[in-house]
């Protein structure tokens, strides 16, 4: 079983950046595709992106492609997201997100079976 702690979250204005991590432990972390999902006040559960547990193939929601990125390193088991150019509509608490589905990457929060408790991000217009 692994766990997730995510950090890096924050009060940025719009067409700031913020990295988020995530910090992985107690599993072999290189097992797992890994994703980031995000929640917005009164909003459901969002897929944001996804990556491979090789760091070879990624995905991304179409509102956020060319703005973030997501990547890994699998030496120090974390897992990153870094956002550009960000709007108001990004605020939400994010989520890193573990799961056991290795076939392809997938895009629904069910496939996922670890979660991280989510860090707060927040972009003031």
């Known amino acids: 079983q692994v766990q997730l702690v995510e950090s890096g979250g924050g009060l940025v204005q719009t067409g700031g950046f913020l990295r988020l991590s995530c910090a992985a432990s107690?599993?072999?972390?290189?097992?797992?595709?890994m994703g980031w999902f995000r929640q917005g006040p009164g909003k459901e559960r969002e897929f944001v992106a996804a990556i491979a547990r090789s760091g070879g193939t990624t995905t991304y929601v179409d509102s956020v492609k060319g703005r973030f990125t997501i990547s890994r390193d699998n030496f120090k088991n974390t897992l990153y997201l870094q956002m550009n150019s960000l709007k108001p509509e990004d605020t939400a608490v994010y989520y890193c997100a573990a799961s056991t589905y290795l076939i392809r990457l997938r895009t629904t929060g069910e496939y996922y079976r670890y979660w991280g408790q989510g860090t707060q991000v927040t972009v003031s217009s």
């Open positions: 107690g599993g072999t972390f290189s097992s797992y595709n």
